[in-house]
């Protein structure tokens, strides 16, 4: 099993700044995948970015980047240039290479201010 | 190209009683997973189908199942409604591998009184 965390609650941003959302995950497996999704108020989870355990280089997806620190068990997404559009809940997950099963953190409610 | 479909968005049940959500996935994909979410737990998962066979079970009773067709439309069927319950039901597709993520459904809403 896997255990992610999110520790931010809530977050604010100023429109057209950058934020980071905070993701650690604890496995014991060798490969794994993680992922951010994004879930507005009408319930659809919206998938943004993957980062394979295996993979050097940072994901980068438009605006969204994931900030993958292996040693740390860290995945952090940033988006950049927030909008106004870009207010929802945002999740962090992961799964084994062996299955599609996600563990999904408790989410972070991210509000961007005009 | 069509999304996963959820029917129905909304429901709601009386205790006791037991309800039957669909999930047409994305046209290609084999794999249909289901999610409970709540304010409480979270997302949890539930269950996963490929080619019409259960691959994998989340830790829920009995009470909940599932069923995948030959056109991969997936069904989740809940008997003894219990207040507990009343959740978001999120249904995702994908292709085979990892590296695609799941896209998800919209959800079904169910409210248990």
């Known amino acids: 099993a896997q255990k992610i965390t999110q520790t931010q609650p809530g977050m604010f941003v100023q429109e057209k700044e950058a934020v980071t959302l905070d993701c650690t995950y604890d496995t014991s497996d060798q490969s794994y995948g993680l992922f951010w999704y994004k879930q507005p108020s009408s319930g659809e989870m919206i998938f943004l970015i993957y980062?394979?355990?295996?993979?050097?280089q940072n994901a980068t997806e438009g605006r969204y980047s994931l900030n993958f620190q292996k040693a740390r068990k860290s995945a952090n997404l940033v988006i950049s240039a927030s909008q106004l559009g870009d207010s929802a809940m945002y999740f962090c997950?992961?799964?084994?290479?062996?299955?599609?099963?996600?563990?999904f953190g408790t989410g972070t409610s991210l509000t961007v201010i005009p | 190209k069509a999304g996963v479909t959820q029917t129905p968005r909304y429901l709601i049940k009386t205790r006791g009683q037991q309800v039957t959500l669909s999930c047409s996935p994305i046209?290609?994909?084999?794999?249909v997973s289901w999610y409970q979410q709540t304010p409480g737990q979270g997302l949890q998962f539930l269950f996963e189908y490929f080619s019409e066979t259960q691959r994998n079970k989340g830790n829920f009773p009995g009470r909940f199942s599932g069923r995948q067709f030959s056109n991969s439309r997936s069904e989740m069927n809940v008997s003894t409604l219990e207040l507990g319950d009343s959740a978001l039901y999120l249904c995702?597709?994908?292709?085979?591998?990892?590296?695609?993520?799941?896209?998800f459904g919209s959800g079904t809403r169910l409210t248990v009184v």
């Open positions: 995702a597709s994908s292709l085979v591998g990892r590296q695609y993520g799941y896209t």
């Open positions: 997950a992961a799964n084994q290479n062996t299955g599609n099963q996600f563990y």
């Open positions: 046209s290609g994909h084999r794999s």
């Open positions: 980062q394979g355990s295996y993979d050097e």
